[in-house]
C-alpha cells in the first residue's frame, strides 16, 4: 500500500512566523499535491509538482510556496503565516496519468 | 472549466436503508471519474473510479456508473451501515496536460442505528 505521510496532524502558530509542512511518500511518485480543505469549499489545490524541482500554481497560491528538492518530499511553505490561513492541509502523491490520489492523514493548521 | 457538482449534504439515513449521492460534472473532454471517502479525522481514500463512458466501478458494496449521456457519476449503496458514516468527494480528471484533479465540495453521510 502506498503511504502518504505527513509531519504533523496538528500544529498551532503565530500570525507572521514562516511556516512548514512536510510530507513524505514510499512509492516513488512522480506526482504530489498540497491541497486544503475548508468547510463548505471542498478541497482547493494550492501547488503541485510532476517531478523534482518542478511545481506548478494550483487554484490558490497565494501567501504559499513549496519546495521538491527529493523525489519522495514535497514541502509548504506559508512565508508569513496569517490567520486566513488556519486549515486542514491535505498532501498528495500519484504515480502517472488517470491514476488515483493517495491521501495522507491531514495537518491541521491553527494560526493564532 | 472543469467542474463537479454533488448533492448538499448532510445526508442522515437508517441502518440498511438505500443510498444515492448525486454527482454531475461539467469538462471539456473525456474525463476519468472518482469517488473518493474521508472518514472522520483522516485523509482521503480512493473508493472507487471509471475511466470510460457506461463503465461501472464498485468497491465495498458501493457502485457509481459513468453517464457520458447525463455527464453524471451517482455513488449508490444497498444497504448502508453506521461504519460508512463520512464524507463523499466525487472528483474528475481529464487526460493531457498535468491532469489536476477537480473535486466537488463533498457530501457528508451520517448513518444511524
Known amino acids: 500500500d502506498v503511504k502518504v505521510t505527513q509531519s504533523s496532524r496538528y500544529l498551532v502558530k503565530r500570525t507572521g512566523e514562516k511556516v512548514f509542512l512536510e510530507c513524505v511518500q514510499d512509492?516513488?511518485?512522480?506526482?504530489m499535491f498540497w491541497y486544503r480543505q475548508d468547510p463548505g469549499l471542498g478541497l482547493r489545490l494550492i501547488y503541485f509538482s510532476y517531478d523534482v524541482k518542478m511545481k506548478e500554481k494550483g487554484d490558490i497560491p497565494e501567501g504559499y510556496s513549496v519546495s521538491r528538492e527529493k523525489k519522495e518530499r514535497f514541502s509548504l511553505i506559508l512565508e508569513s503565516a496569517s490567520t486566513n490561513q488556519t486549515s486542514m492541509y491535505l498532501c498528495?502523491?500519484?504515480?502517472?496519468?488517470?491514476?488515483?490520489?493517495?491521501f495522507g492523514d491531514g495537518t491541521r493548521l491553527s494560526i493564532l | 472549466g472543469n467542474s463537479v457538482t454533488q448533492m448538499e449534504g448532510p445526508v442522515t439515513l437508517s441502518e440498511e436503508a438505500f443510498l444515492t449521492i448525486n454527482c454531475t460534472y461539467t469538462a471539456t473532454g473525456y474525463p476519468s471519474l472518482f469517488w473518493y471517502v474521508q472518514y472522520p479525522g483522516e485523509g482521503l481514500q480512493l473508493l472507487l473510479k471509471a475511466t470510460k463512458a457506461d463503465d461501472k466501478g464498485s468497491n465495498k458494496g458501493f457502485e457509481a456508473t459513468y453517464r457520458k449521456e447525463t455527464t453524471s457519476f451517482h455513488l449508490e449503496k444497498g444497504s448502508v451501515q453506521v461504519s460508512d458514516s463520512a464524507v463523499y468527494f466525487c472528483a474528475l480528471i481529464l487526460s493531457g496536460g498535468y491532469q489536476k484533479v477537480t473535486f466537488g465540495t463533498g457530501t457528508k453521510l451520517q448513518v444511524i442505528p
Open positions: 512509492m516513488d511518485h512522480e506526482n
Open positions: 498528495a502523491s500519484r504515480r502517472g496519468e488517470n491514476q488515483p490520489q493517495h
